[in-house]
């Protein structure tokens, strides 16, 4: 054992175990304050110290529990100042969901990711937790007539195999099918089965909700995925928004729409077989597609702020 983690050992066993200050560990250890803090950050870092959140506050409020009893879900609410602008609210809900993430994750566990903005900013608040056996797996296609969308993906994806020490294994096809009888061909193709059988298998799944109008541009609407016309089709077949690139009403329904018969994102249907299914949204203009998520069942744990909770309340009436 080396010399810095000695003292950061002690600093951190010293802190969260015995309740010490950080001025008395510093005179105990012989070292500043500042070099403390800075221990107990990179014991935080390198997972030597987990912090687990038994029950956030958030769960406990009025509105949280309106939603829970309403959805039966799990809500976690983050507190954010109205006044603070889409970006603020954003980063301060993932990092609430980057911390629930690292510690919702297990060893031998599948984890089923999505991509999408609210995605990128979750990836930026994991923790290190080495797992042993586990893969993260992509669970909606990614490539558009303009690129392979492997770049952006990518970076979400390695940045949570790099946290967790964990196989990342991509899904090698567009975000929507330009016909459905192709998509119907590939799904018996090997590699395709493959992913598929995998995501038929998953231990957990975190994903963000789409919003074909929203104050942050969901990248489905905004990166040439869907061209004006489709777009237009859309909002006159009522639908709202989407999750993994599946496409929603505000009452849920999905299953109907056409252009789902050529969307490769797990369906609702899909998504409720997974054990543990943490939904992140953060902002009150995609409070109907996030209403349309819920009441197509696809999450057990939401991971919202409070003003975009209480748009989803006020929009169902709660």
């Not at 010293?14 to 001025?23: A, L, S």
């Not at 970006?87 to 809900?93: E, N, Y």
């Not at 089923?112 to 994991?126: D, I, P, R």
């Not at 859309?234 to 050529?262: F, H, K, Y």
Request: aromatic letters at 6%; glycine letters at 8%.
């Amino acid at each position: 054992m080396n010399a810095k983690y000695e003292d950061m050992y002690q600093a951190a066993t010293r802190y969260y175990v015995q309740g010490e200050t950080m001025e008395s560990i510093s005179r105990q250890l012989g070292i500043s304050r500042s070099s403390v803090s800075r221990l107990l950050r990179e014991a935080r870092e390198t997972g030597l110290v987990r912090i687990s959140l038994a029950d956030h506050i958030g769960s406990q409020s009025p509105l949280a529990s309106i939603l829970s009893d309403a959805f039966k879900v799990r809500v976690h609410l983050v507190w954010v100042r109205e006044s603070s602008n889409e970006s603020f609210r954003l980063d301060q809900v993932s990092r609430l969901a980057g911390r629930m993430f690292t510690e919702s994750v297990n060893d031998h566990s599948l984890i089923g990711v999505a991509w999408g903005v609210t995605l990128s900013a979750v990836v930026k608040h994991l923790g290190y937790r080495p797992l042993v056996n586990s893969s993260v797996v992509q669970i909606n296609g990614g490539a558009n007539q303009f690129g392979s969308g492997i770049p952006y993906i990518g970076e979400i994806m390695e940045a949570i195999g790099s946290a967790f020490d964990s196989r990342v294994v991509l899904f090698p096809v567009p975000a929507f099918f330009d016909y459905p009888e192709t998509k119907q061909a590939m799904w018996r193709e090997s590699s395709v089965k493959m992913v598929k059988d995998m995501h038929a298998e998953l231990d957990l799944a975190i994903f963000g909700v789409g919003a074909l109008h929203a104050r942050i541009p969901s990248r489905v609407y905004s990166a040439g995925y869907l061209d004006s016309d489709t777009m237009k089709q859309l909002s006159a077949e009522g639908v709202v928004g989407d999750v993994c690139t599946v496409l929603l009403r505000q009452d849920g329904s999905w299953a109907d729409i056409p252009m789902n018969a050529q969307a490769t994102g797990m369906t609702p249907q899909e998504l409720k077989q997974v054990p543990r299914r943490l939904c992140v949204a953060a902002d009150p203009s995609r409070a109907a597609a996030v209403l349309g998520a819920l009441r197509a069942g696809v999450a057990t744990d939401l991971l919202i702020d409070e003003g975009t909770a209480r748009a989803v309340a006020d929009l169902a009436k709660l």
